[in-house]
């Protein structure tokens, strides 16, 4: 959540629109997301191993 709002306050620094500061705000958070979910994967396969 930190991230989409550090990305959501910089976009609207830049001059962005409502708008597009939410959509990079939402990419933001996804990528957050996906770096979790894979990290969590790759500790869980080294735990089984």
């Known amino acids: 959540m930190l ?4 990305a959501s306050k910089l976009a609207r620094l830049d ?3 409502y ?3 939410l959509m990079r705000a ?4 996804a990528a957050v997301l996906t770096a979790a979910a ?3 994967g790759a500790f869980a ?4 191993g």
């Open 45 to 48: 396969q080294i735990r089984e």
């Open 19 to 21: 708008p597009a500061a």
């Open 38 to 40: 894979t990290l969590t």
């Open 26 to 29: 939402a990419a933001a958070f």
């Open 3 to 6: 991230a989409a709002a550090g």
């Open 15 to 17: 001059g962005a629109t």
